[in-house]
């Protein structure tokens, strides 16, 4: 490129080109306008509501119970965090507290769709940087997974499977034999993807110093999950405001410290394997007793306000629900998403690298349209 | 019939149809043995479901992709859309001409040799047709109206262009070590030699199969097709029968590639170590088999690396690929040059 004051030989046009929300990259339909300098990214603006279904506005019309069909839909690979941030959030409001049983299975269920979750996330960032076998392998595990959730609802994408004062269905006789099976197998898969990646050469090169975000702008624009601890930021939900029985169980927040792609990739490698700890303990310790607590069968709230929230394999995943008195429907709702917010800091990511690095870092920002959108 | 015209037209005539005829088909049954081995790479079992083990997907494949509604799309430019493939399938069928695939042999008091042609300047042929080939994928990236396709396009070009120079390299280190040009030349003085020629040529052959993978657009170097950005590179826009000739031509230069791996480094049709450890090796049994036999094995050892790669690896980024070619081939390859020829210089005198 030419700098200076002479002018160009020949006049130079930067290239506008909309990437999606047709595109076989962009994880769903997410729509990214960029101004290409060559190969390199001038300007990319992330352009989302393709996939609007007007949630929120949903919520308004449904008694409290039958929302929580609707918030599998948000996050689809991730339906358990849906249903347990939504359902944590209305206990909150309801003052209702669960038995142990019910909050021991609950955080096995989210533990194991983070895994499940993490698992889609290794499977697409790895094809979208070229290498295409992981994805078989992540998805043989996941598919053990999606069985177990099977096994337990009937459902294996949206679960639905929580409700407010505790859980719908005790576990089938042997799930918990099946499961314990299943984390003890676990962790060789993981060694297995990580034979094909960690230290592959060709796949550093293209994950080392690739969509830096510093520790400041991540918290500035309100990252959270993997995108923020990569950057070397210890924060987890599940650590400063613990839900349901995580301030039971011992597990480590990892964090990177270069803030670049391949960190987050170490970070999430070790969430999982973090998961499998703290789905040891959970059943270890799982106590017995009923699984539902005393709740009304219509449930009324208080006038009032809440927010609550869980650590989604994505991020903070909060819900604010405004209530009114012996109201049978929130009043308001609304999402807090954590793909929406990580996906804002795409732009700052991007800027100045090549069109390839764009791939690496929708990859490894892990967003879900139907989150965002909502 | 007189004698000159069934040499010169009659017998080269039947060698062009079952050249052709062999070629395609094995191109047509590499991309089935391309899927099921990935398949088996991959856990999962790869086509099958026509005909026993889905050995007819291929051809399941090719019918297909005939009978599909011919797409040009608006925007094109017309002419040249429809003649990019050709371009890019032509040159990958043409440099088969030169590939020998074995020893003369005697039939009916005849000799066949089972090759078209010998000519002294094989390798220049090979190099020279195969620069071609980019004009069809650039022209094809270029005439799709399609942004996607004319980056695809242009680092194709760009990729193939600097590749090709190490790979010339490299080539160049085998041809000083045979002395000459011709590949039959090359395999026989492989023989007389007792030795193949990546043992004292290791850097060249490294060399010249690191390039020959770019050289085909093939992971981890398949950046103009990098699916994840360019949607399917220069032939986005392509489909049906014009499709499937891009298609076939990555192929049937993946399979050039390889026999060339073969014939300039691997012995061509020669049986393992000819008369090399005498009495271990010389086993009677390798020499029975037929030379074509040897040549298309070690050529299936090369296009199964392909597939094995493909399964492997991540893809590199459009501007390490120019750096490992220009800033470490390139020199590495110069090198080599030097060095094979000091050593013939040393040894043959």
Redesign the interface.
Known sequence: MMNGPERPLFDVEEMEISFGPQHPATHGVLRLQMKLDGERIVEAKPIIGYLHRGTEKLFETMTFPACIPHTDRLDYVNAAHNNQGFCITMEKLLGISIPPRAAYIRMILAELQRLASHLVWLATHAVDIGAITPFFYTFRERDEILDLFEEYCGARLTLNTMKIGGLPFELPDGWLDRCAKFVDAFPSHIDEYETLLTTNRIWKKRTVGVGIISPEDAINMGLTGPPLRGSGVEWDIRKVFPYDRYDEVEFDVPTGTNCDTYDRYLVRIEEMHQSIRILRQCLEKLPEGPIMAKAPKVLRSPEGMVYGSVESPKGELGYFIVATEKGTTPYRCRVRPPSFVNLQALPQMVKGSLVADMMAVIGTLDIVLGEIDR | MPEPILQLLLIPLIKIVVLLVVVLLIVAYLTYAERKI?GY????LGPNRVGPKGWLQPVADGLKLLVKEDLVPGGAEKLVFIIAPAIVMVPALVMFAVIPFGEPFKVAGMTVTPYLADINIALLFILGVSSLGVFGIILGGWSSNN??SL?GGLRSAAQMVSYEIPMGFAIVSAVLMAGTLSMVGIVEAQRAAHIWFFIPGVLGFGIYWVCGVAETNR??F??PE????L?AGFHTEYSGMKFALFYLAEYANMMIVSAMAVVMFCGGWLPPFPNLLAGLWALPVLAWIPGVVWFLAKMSFFLFCYIWF???????????LMNVGWKWLFPLSLANVMLVALGVLLLKG
């Open positions: 990935l790479m991959q856990v999962r942004k996607f980056m992971n981890p398949d950046l990098a699916e994840a950005e949607v493909r399964g492997t690896f991540p893809r590199y980024r459009f501007d390490q």
